[in-house]
């Protein structure tokens, strides 16, 4: 039984390590380059006001149901435990065996990335150290959960000092206004803004990822009705804020039309603010920075294949709790070891948009609509917490998450598909062998 260990700050703290990352670094020329103007924060912002949408709909759903497995259990409640909601769970289970090792990758191959402005890597190189940091974020991972709690509160506090500090390091210089009293010069109100605005927030919404992990931890948090809403909404003002204000910061010392084309756009600001130890020491702590976010990550989708297996419905080896420790250890390793395979695999710009097409769908829509559902038919006292203006938030939040999967482009829509195509295959031929539904007789 997974013990109630984690407080209204180590919540928070987890998922605002999760959230930052790698992300708002590499992503940041990205998103500048992608809107080619100086009104590159309305991507930002779009980012943020989704984020905000879906944590409402997670609130709803984390507060009434805080069990490990946070969209597993979701799923399955608002389709049914003995109809489509044994389908789409698993079809849940089944892209997250995908897609969350995808994510672990993805910070460990920025790591590795960014390691390079400090020393020159050969293509062996970097592979090497972003295998080497998720086999050791899973030997850090292997103990229980009060130890951890300590761990992120710690790198949490690594993560914040390197974003004030970035801030802070635009205001001193001088002009920190000038982006924001610009942001509109040569904006044109047309499609060719939308469609840009789309791409940019594909990649936006990638650095805000993760204000929801507190509920694949929702089986060891304290107060879960008050304190998973509460980490939720904290973390994405805290972390909103943040963003803004260091693409802000960073522009008002390099022009936007220099930053869009610098691989490592912190560091050059960093350098020219205040020398080159001043570059290396940001360097590092941008590093610092992924490494709590690929722990942060790790740690919360090693939960739900645990969840699913407790459940009966995967494969029963991941229900094992380390016999000492209480955590989930067969779903960490075996996640984890996916992850060490991923990052010698792939490349960081392959990644991103793959992370999001294939979440999109069961997870975020999935559990809009479920919500829906679910208010429909249980009683209002369910809910604990209840997003204000209802339904309207969870509907901006469906139709934002597919303007988000359509500007991922084509093939990535179509993977994303075949993912699922593929997942109900499977179900479908688990359940004919099994006689579960819908082949259960009556």
Known sequence: MLKRSLGLGQATAINMIDMVGIGPF??????????????FLYAWLVGALLSFMDAMVWSELGAAFPQAGGSYNFLKEAFGHKG???????????????????VI????????????????????????????????IVILLYRKIETIGKISVLLW?????????????????????EPILHMNDGLTLNYGFVAALGFGSVKTMYSYLGYYNVCHLGGEIKNPAKNIPRSMFLSIAGIAILYLAMNISVTSVIPWQEAKDSEFVISVFMQKLAGDTAATIVTCLILWVAFASVFSATLGYS?????????????????????????PYVSLLFLGGIAFVFSLLFRLGDVISAILA?????????????????????????????????????LLAIVLWMGIIISTGQKMVLMGIGVIVAGIAVYLLKSYKTGDWPFRKA
């Open 105 to 136: 990758a993805s910070a460990a191959i920025g790591f590795s990335t960014y390691l390079s402005y400090l020393l020159p890597l050969s293509w062996l190189g970097s592979k090497a150290v972003s295998g080497g940091l998720v086999l050791l």
């Open 84 to 102: 489509a909601g044994k389908l789409m769970s698993f079809l849940f289970v089944w892209q997250t065996m995908i897609q969350a090792p995808l």
């Open 358 to 394: 294939m979440r999109i769908l069961i997870q975020f829509i999935g559990q809009a609509i479920g919500l829906l559902i679910l208010r429909r038919k249980r009683n209002p006292a369910t809910f604990p917490y209840k997003m204000p203006l209802y339904p309207f938030p969870a």
């Open 157 to 177: 506090m690594g993560v914040i000092f390197t974003l004030v500090w970035i801030i802070a390091g635009g205001i001193q210089h001088g002009h920190f206004f």
């Open 303 to 327: 939960r739900i294949p645990y969840a699913a297996a407790a459940d009966g419905a995967f494969f029963k080896v991941f229900a094992k709790l380390h016999p000492e420790k209480q955590f």
């Open 26 to 39: 590499i992503t940041l020329p990205m998103v500048i380059g992608m809107m080619n103007g100086p009104y």
